[in-house]
């Protein structure tokens, strides 16, 4: 990787990766609602329509399922397309030309074509927007074969992921938070891709596990700087990916510290919190010193009143809460059988 690096905030960074993949390949296009709108995308499609005209980023009228169909298609036909939806929640709209067309066509068809779109969706929080704008749908399209999905937490793994997801043959739904778009990082100049399917570790530790993807890193990663100061080291893993999961990685971590804490920016019930404790049961049981715990945003539609907003999305407080009681659990546990040893 090039040494030539320099801070970058996570909406450029997207941006970056999108222009430079045009400017290499012809084939690459952007289409969907506001491509062309700061209000829509904030600065992830800054410059692209001046830079390659309304030919190959085309902004459409408000109909999720045609746009996506439209993008689909094109992929088909040989075509790299990026779809966008500025709020993630009308991707619903889209559903048929996703899950019914996009993620089965290469299996249909004997592996001899291939949809390589990237459907990016945009999770929006907090704003009031509440309920029908607010809404974290990652775990339904990770539930679906055929389907990639990515959920990068920093500048560096937002442009690497998406030149990734454009790369690739089939199609990824590429879905990041708007609440990451101000967040600054160290993004090398030139075109790099970050492994599809590939976590990394954030920080080292041996007390317990905290695994979380996209903006849910940013309250791990405060939760944990609070736990390092009470003596408890976390080790943080960032999926990154979501769909297929870095079962190596999560499994080797868990096997070193025999804890676990997920957390998730969806709900609990049938979600990715769900998946990965299962995972970790069925495979990690026996090095497990204490029960799994989940952290999610509470089961219920998102409320618009900002005093409970706040309340709906602290996470970080519920990390620290989960995390001291499993390894004080584990701690009691190890004391007992020292004693009853004696």
Not at 27 to 47: A, D, E, H, N, R
Not at 259 to 280: H, N, P, Q, T, Y
Request: hydrophobic share 40%; glycine share 8%.
């Amino acid at each position: 990787m090039s040494s030539k690096t320099r801070k970058m905030q996570y909406s450029l960074a997207i941006n970056e990766a999108i222009r430079q993949m045009m400017d290499t390949d012809d084939s690459v296009f952007l289409i969907g609602q506001g491509v062309k709108s700061p209000w829509y995308v904030g600065k992830t499609c800054l410059g692209l329509l001046e830079r390659f005209g309304p030919e190959r980023i085309i902004d459409t009228p408000v109909s999720e399922n045609a746009i996506t169909g439209a993008a689909v298609g094109a992929a088909i036909v040989g075509m790299k397309s990026v779809v966008i939806h500025p709020r993630m929640d009308f991707m619903l709209y889209a559903f048929d030309p996703i899950i019914n067309e996009a993620a089965n066509w290469h299996y249909m068809f004997g592996g001899r074509s291939s949809v390589p779109v990237v459907i990016w969706g945009i999770i929006n929080r907090g704003g009031e927007q509440a309920a029908q704008h607010s809404q974290a749908l990652h775990a339904l399209f990770a539930h679906i074969p055929g389907l990639k999905v990515v959920m990068p937490s920093t500048p560096y793994d937002a442009k690497g992921l998406m030149i990734s997801a454009i790369k690739d043959n089939n199609p990824v739904v590429y879905i990041d938070d708007r609440w990451l778009y101000s967040k600054e990082g160290e993004v090398p100049e030139e075109i790099y891709d970050v492994p599809i399917g590939k976590g990394i570790v954030r920080e080292e530790g041996d007390d317990l596990t905290i695994v979380s993807v996209s903006y849910m890193m940013e309250e791990t990663l405060k939760a944990a700087e609070e736990l390092c100061r009470e003596g408890t080291r976390a080790e943080v893993i960032d999926l990154r990916t979501i769909k297929p999961l870095d079962e190596e990685l999560l499994l080797k971590s868990v096997k070193k510290t025999g804890r676990i804490v997920i957390v998730d920016g969806g709900w609990k019930a049938f979600g990715l919190s769900a998946e990965i404790a299962a995972l970790v049961s069925e495979k990690m049981f026996e090095f497990l010193k204490a029960p799994i715990k989940r952290v999610t945003i509470p089961g219920c539609p998102a409320p618009s009143s900002p005093v409970l907003e706040k309340k709906y999305y602290e996470i970080a407080t519920k990390i620290i809460c989960a995390a001291r009681e499993i390894v004080k659990k584990g701690k009691e546990e190890i004391e007992a059988l020292i004693e009853g040893d004696g």
